[in-house]
């Protein structure tokens, strides 16, 4: 993978976090340290599950967004935040370990209320030579607009 900052985008449902997590297992495969975090379908609990990913190592996924509110989630709009993701994410980012980190995903949260993820994001396009964001399609221009 060349360096720089890549974008994966797409529509909802379009495949953009199994694209990241099946690039991220490539490159891990391929000897490159990679960090960061993608989000999967938890189909069972209607909502979604992060894997963080700290010097190419996979952790198993943990509760992310839910439409119900549970034990220390934080509510935005109608959905449900582990609060404690945007913590460990981080720790992710404060270790700086590793060639390429991957952002699944970024959104409205960060990019039209400057909450969640956004905290970190340009620590990482300044630290890390390449990186690969997921962001939806409606979405590039005003992540274009912020981080350039």
Known sequence: MKKGHHIITGKIGSGKSSCA?????????????????????????????????????FSRPKRFIREAKFSGSLKWRRFWFSGDIFRQAGLIVSAKKGDIFIIDEVGPLELEYHKGFWRYLARIYKTYPTTVTVVRRGCIKELMSEVS
């Open 21 to 57: 997590l099946s690039l991220a297992k490539r490159l891990v495969k391929q000897g490159k340290k990679v960090s960061g975090w993608i989000s999967i379908k938890n189909m069972e609990e209607k909502g979604y599950d992060i894997i963080f990913i700290r010097s190419s190592r």
